[in-house]
């Protein structure tokens, strides 16, 4: 978890825009500010 931190923010810190690609939910939302989800080939919003 401590270099998921880092990661954070480094990219908060550096105010770009990331595309973090997953399929651990969890991980999602402990990295992202805003999300979605692709299902049955439409994007939504998963939280």
């Keep these: 978890m401590a270099?998921?931190?880092e990661f954070?923010?480094?990219i908060e810190a550096a105010g770009m825009a990331t595309l973090l690609v997953t399929h651990?939910?969890?991980e999602a939302r402990?990295?992202?500010r805003r999300?979605?989800?692709l299902a049955?080939?439409?994007l939504?919003?998963?939280w």
Aim: no cysteine.
């Design 35 to 37: 999300a979605v989800r």
């Design 30 to 32: 402990a990295m992202a």
């Design 8 to 10: 954070r923010q480094r």
């Design 3 to 5: 270099l998921r931190d």
């Design 40 to 42: 049955a080939g439409q």
């Design 44 to 46: 939504e919003q998963p």
């Design 24 to 26: 651990d939910e969890a």
